[in-house]
């Protein structure tokens, strides 16, 4: 009987290959083995600028955007670079790295530990942006245990965004910042009339926007050539990454399952900003939604094992029993922002897909940000080590209290507080912490968030399911 084996390849950077990664290079992670696949079906030429230090700060885009962790960073990674450098690595710099950039002791490696520990403990980046001027809403106070309390400009910390898969986005950005008018950027939208760009076109546009953006801030740079953003822009949307084996149940492909880097790029072809969304977002005339997101792994649901297999047959066979819970498992959705205040549904019957409903790819299909409550102070999780922001609304005096007024920092509008978009869900295992706060430190914490959050009633079992087909994504 032929077993399958992983081969566990010990190799942390890019670095190692030179100027180019293989196409489909097995990284492996905690769950398995994470693949990136060139559209072009040639080797990743890892030469050009997002790999160079085009700032004056020693970072390049790859500093926080690693092919190894689905071009996210993990937490593990920056701590480990913080051992291996004594937190002297580019990363590492007081412009955004550090909790905050003022009055912080940099000269030291115990100063450095206490400045960069939200990057080193939760793989968090200080995105501080200021308050709109014309926005509805005032900041009462910023308790911010770090310094960087200023109430004009509010820090957030957040996860790196991969920067892989990005022909299925319809949201640039946690807060969609850079698909907003707001930002002199374009909203991702799908042509209406005749005429209308189309959504690969502005999501383009929007890209090379934010590549600048990200040299001139993350990088401290001056603004790049011409070349060197189209550099950077054809390289990231090159990439489709996957999960492409599992330590338990192997190759991902096997057995008629279809997941892996080579099926997802089969997906592009049918994508289209708005498709299968639940609420009429999309275009006229398209296909009714279907809550069955994902259909990687039905060929595993009813396999009759060989003796000898017995032990992987399970871990597929639960692999596909997750599947089916993130497809089916009702969830009551309430008090979302975005959702049921907009809708004014107070109880809205949905899945994990209501907005997760982009199929196989698990981001939302339209620009809609929500607030799940993920950065609420009543987050089921300890969202204890980030700031408390009051607001309040200048017309009615209501208040809210955040650790993130996401959206809202770049509408001014009072119902954005803390909407953010839903990220793709591919490439999840090589990626922890989750969430855009880093609240959820595993896939099981980020499962926990959802159970206490809408009072879903998982059994133990689905849990342990939902979590095993996550870690294959
Ligand atoms: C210091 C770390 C850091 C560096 C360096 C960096 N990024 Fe990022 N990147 C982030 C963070 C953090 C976010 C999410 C921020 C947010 O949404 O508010 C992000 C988000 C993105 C996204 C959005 C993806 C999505 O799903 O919306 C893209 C694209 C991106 N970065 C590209 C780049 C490019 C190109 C460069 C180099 C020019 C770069 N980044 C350099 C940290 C970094
Ligand atoms: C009401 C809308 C909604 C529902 C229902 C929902 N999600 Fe989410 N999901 C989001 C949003 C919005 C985010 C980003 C939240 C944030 O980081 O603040 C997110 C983030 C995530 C993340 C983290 C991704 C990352 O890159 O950090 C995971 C994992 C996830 N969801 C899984 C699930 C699962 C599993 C279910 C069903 C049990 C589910 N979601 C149900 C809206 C939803």
Redesign the pocket.
Known sequence: MKKFAIVFVLVSTAGAFGQTIPNLFPYPNAHGVLETLNVNGTDLFVGGAFFQSIGTNGRSCATCHQAAQGFSISSDEVRARFEATHGLDPIFRPNDGSNCDHNIDTSTEGGRRKAYSLLVKRGLIRISIAVPGAAEFRVVSVVNRYGCGDTATISAYR?PLPTTNLSFLSTLMWDGRESSLQTGTKKITFPVATGDPSSLSLLLFNLRHQAVDATTGHAQGVVPTAAQVDDIVNFEMQLITAQAADKKAGDLTAAGAQSGPASLLHQLPAFFVGINDPIGMGPAGSPEFTSSIFNLYSAWANLFPPQSDQKQAHHRAQIARGEAI?NS?P?N?TG?AG?NDDLNIPVIA?F?G???DSPNVGNHSVSAP?N?G??DVTSPLDVSYLPVITLENIATGEIKITTDPGRALITGKWRDVGR????I?RG?PARAP???NGSAQT?DD??EF?NQRFN?GFTPQEKDD?IAF?RTL
């Open positions: 996860r993130f498992k969830i959705i979302v959702l949905g994990c209501t907005c997760h929500l799940i993920v950065g953010l978009k839903g990220p869900l999840l989750y969430f855009h896939l980020a499962v959802y879903i939902l996550l």
